[in-house]
């Protein structure tokens, strides 16, 4: 990055800001707000994204082009976090039949609809 | 093995050795992002299957203040990190041996914290062995402490060889390395954060 | 804990095995200790950083693991065709079906695979060496310890016994007492470490260690597939470290991942197995793909057809090997629409598959073919392995699957495409550069009866399993006391038998050709070699390279042949850096293995002794500033004057 001379680090000092805010904005979301609770886990996913982001690219000089890394820093982040969006999202959608545990807590993503889908085959 | 030295630029990035341990790093990076990945998934998978042990929204509403505690301790640790690497881009040993210093001091209390709040939880019979939702819980936070914990031991060990050599083109591809990992640990630890705690006290 | 449960007793084979382990031990240590070569071991070989050695160890290890996994085959075989005989019990016969399958997938194709792209890759491209020669030798040793943990499971505590995908709650504590499931959880833990530590080595080593001049589409076709395969290996072996990890904790320290209990999910075991299990069949196939495009063009003598074709389909079939893993458990029930979704991921990898196939047929057409021995493992592997291809789609239909799925049909379908891409690709590998590692060509007609003997086997073992799977036969059945399934399980016996043959004049042909082949005199052993690693001299010097060539298309040995120019240029020799040789590889990862075994028995105590061993011998590496050497001008001159015979 261009701040490698300067006195002051600008970019880490902006970067670490930033994720301050990002993380009160995220707290308060879950503790003061009064949006609907999927709004909520989206925003706060959304804002743990863009801290991501901050850190990659303000602290981790992911783009640094001396390192003649090339683009495979950024590749091997990118493939990384989309495979962990496949683990994640694939697994709970796969996983989404919940073998009936009784008592149905909140965890059981798509309980209900496969519950219809399981009496369609009884049909 | 060519050496292929650069006049100019970053130290670390200045012999082919140097670039090839950075780039060998960042795709070891690529690796964890799909490590805790499914370490995350396992836990999405699970959440909710807390058979007799207590539901975790309320031990996370009542710890809520030291969660935040914990995360600007490491959120501050990441920054004083990347200020560390900035004073070894300036020469300066002595910046860098404070800054890391810092960095390490504020991982510790993380540390701290989070072991007392293990503890909490496990007084409050959510152990690893009590449920399917406790044991991914704990091996998910615990994965991360003991990346932390191994961070910290790699570190000392640098502040000790940087003592012994000074700053060289080894030296300081040692503790680039070790602050793109401090930083990925912050990566991870957003994303606990969120996804554990703050998706944990709204579900 | 009793000696008699330490040791397993009460089974005549094993005794046997026991004995034999003793024998062979003994006489290893006796010969080495008679010659006086143990500095001579300790030196050259437990010590190497060089990646040849270590591709060397690898494919030994291999080929001894193939011995081990086909010997447990023929054991299940005799059992199918002769159940009235007895022969294994129903303990022993699951024990063997999981060993087989582990050592096969794990412990023989992997490392076969890894041991070629050790010595070819680098020769490939223009290297000296990996990127991190230390971090290669780690790999091997946690790959060698890793099997030997596993394999030594036979004779000490018992073998796992919950089948090579280890399912729980089968495989979990409740059901699987005793340290059998921890080996297998162990063994493929600690040789995990070293394939990934592999997969990010080779990726640098490719991405910025390759001749000047070369762009990654100059690279050679097994180096591009070398290059998929580490992306795949970086980003599916976490998800394998993980999944074993969760499950040790379930059995050793009580957590309830994969449990009954504590609202445990069983099947989410299944899911993270395969989420890494897909990808790792194509682990093992990609690089096959290589092999067999190299050979194909090789003695085809063409450039190969459609180059830029083939590595697009390779990218696009890394890409898609993470979105099938449902396909292996359709019947688990996960619904309609989940099973919909996985069947036509699956179905669409058919396609980049098909276009490679028609690659290699291009490559053929109108080309004077050259009928040695890799060559006909490469032809025989094409329709061979569309058989296997294809039964892969018609499994890859949930409607379907729900039939096939864990009948003979699968199992026949799964070797089709494992032993005709993977196993021959090996065999067509081993023989095509068997020259560059050892000075001289295996013998070309023991060569074609091995090939004869394994191929016919092959398909008259695996042939009839489809229809014995349509029948109805059923996977890990131990008694098969059904009269119409007989006939073709005693046929396939035989065709197992067929191979074992074939296996058995292959590594005949490995002593008679050490003994009787011709040395090798250029480096270009078949004389229509294409790219890099046949423009060495023979043996390939230790720094591979005196002046690394300037490269800026395709098969570029091609023209160097026409010009005569060498990788040997006077004027422009320089000293060339080396990293020295070391013994910390071997140490580091026999602390690992040893608190590996501590915690197999739940010594925990013990286990924990040797995780501070391995902590501490990495603290001394990380304080070990020994950089290597460089090798003056005048050596490099001597060695290539006296290997090029100027």
Known sequence: MADTNKKVPTQHVIGFLLSLVMTLIAAWAVIGSALPTMWIIISIFVLAFLQAGVQLFMFMHITEKSSGGGHVPWNMMFHGFALAAIVVAGSLFTMSFGFDHGDMHGGDHGGNEQHEEHSNHGE | MAAEELKSGPLEYRSQEGRMGILGFWIFLGAEVVLFATLFATYAVLFGRTADAPAPSELFQSGVGMTLVMTFLLLTSSFTCGIAVHEMRKGNAKGLATWLIITLVLGLGFLGLEIYEFNHYVHEGATLPSSAYWSAFFVLAGTHGLHVTLGIGWAICLLIQLKQRGLTNVTSRKFFVVSLYWHFLDVIWIFIFTGIYLTGMVL | ?646
């Open chain 3, 1 to 646: 804990m009793a000696l008699d449960e330490f040791f397993v007793t009460g089974e005549p084979l094993i005794y046997a095995g026991m004995v034999s382990i003793a024998l062979v031990s003994a006489a290893i240590i006796f010969l080495l200790t008679y010659f006086k070569r143990w500095g001579w071991l300790w030196r050259e070989w437990l010590t190497t950083v060089d990646h040849k050695k270590i591709g060397i160890m690898y494919i030994l290890s291999a080929l001894v693991m193939l011995f081990r996994g086909g010997a447990d085959a023929l054991m299940m075989r005799m059992q199918l065709a002769f159940p009235s005989l007895e022969f294994l019990n129903a303990q022993h016969y699951n024990e063997i079906f999981t060993t087989h399958g582990t050592v096969m997938i794990i412990f023989m194709a992997m490392p076969f695979l890894i041991g070629l792209m050790n010595i070819i890759v680098p020769l490939q491209i223009g290297a000296r060496d990996f990127a991190f020669p230390f971090v290669n030798a780690l790999s091997f040793w946690s790959f060698f310890l890793g099997a030997m943990l596993f394999n030594i499971s036979f004779v000490i505590g018992g073998s796992p016994d919950a089948g090579w995908t280890s399912y729980t709650p089968l495989a979990g504590a409740a059901m699987s007492p005793g340290p059998g499931q921890n080996f297998y959880l162990m063994g493929l833990q600690l040789s995990g470490i070293g394939t990934l530590a592999t997969g990010i080595n080779l990726m640098v080593t490719i991405l910025k260690m390759r001749a000047p001049g070369m762009k990654l589409f100059h690279m050679p076709i097994f180096t591009w597939s070398t290059l998929v395969t580490c992306f795949i290996i970086v980003f599916a072996f976490p998800i394998l470290t993980v999944a074993l990890a969760l499950l040790t904790i379930d059995r050793i320290f009580g957590s309830q991942f994969f449990t009954l209990t504590g609202e445990g999910l069983p099947m989410m075991w299944a899911n993270l197995f395969w989420m890494w299990g897909h990808p790792e069949v194509y682990i093992v196939i990609l690089p096959a793909f290589g092999i067999f495009s190299e050979v194909i063009a090789t003695f085809a003598k063409k450039r190969l057809f459609g180059y830029s074709a083939m590595v697009w389909s390779m990218i696009i079939i890394a890409l898609l090997s993470f979105i099938v893993w449902v396909h292996h458990f359709f019947t688990m029930g996960a619904g309609a629409f989940v099973n919909s979704v996985f069947s036509v991921s699956t179905m669409l990898i058919a396609v980049p598959t098909g276009v490679k196939i028609f690659n290699w047929l291009g490559t053929l057409y109108k080309s004077k073919i050259e009928f040695t021995v890799p060559m006909l493992w490469s032809l025989a592997f094409i329709p061979s392995f569309i058989l296997g291809g294809v039964t892969g789609v018609m499994l890859g239909m949930a409607a379907a699957d729900y039939q096939f799925h864990n009948s003979y049909f699968l199992v026949a379908h799964f070797h089709y495409v494992l032993i005709a891409g993977t196993v021959f690709a090996c065999f067509a590998g081993l023989v095509y550069w068997y020259p560059k590692m050892f000075g001289h060509k295996m013998n070309e007609r023991i060569g074609k009866w091995a090939f004869w003997l394994f191929l016919i086997g092959f398909h008259v073992c695996f042939f009839p399993q489809y229809f014995l799977g349509l029948d109805g036969m059923p996977r890990r059945l131990f008694v098969t006391n059904i009269a119409e399934w007989l006939p073709l399980n005693v046929i396939s016996t035989v065709g197992a038998f067929g191979m074992g043959a074939g296996f058995a004049v292959f590594v005949f042909n490995i002593y008679y050709s050490y003994r009787y082949s011709e040395r090798e005199k250029t480096g270009d052993a078949w004389g229509h070699g294409r790219t890099l690693e046949w423009s060495t001299t023979t043996p390939v010097p230790f720094y591979n390279f005196a002046t690394v060539p300037y490269v800026d298309e395709i098969d570029p040995y091609v023209r160097m042949k026409e010009e005569g120019k060498t990788t040997f240029d006077e004027k422009k020799l320089k000293p060339i850096h080396m990293p020295s040789y070391t013994g910390q590889p071997i140490i580091m990862m026999g602390f690992l293995a040893f608190a590996s075994f501590a915690l197999i028995f739940e010594w925990i105590p013990l286990a924990i002794v040797g995780l501070l061993l391995a902590v501490g011998s990495m603290i001394y590496r990380s304080f070990d500033y020994d950089d290597g050497y460089y090798v003056p001008v005048d050596e490099i001159k001597r060695t290539e004057r006296k290997a090029r015979g100027l």
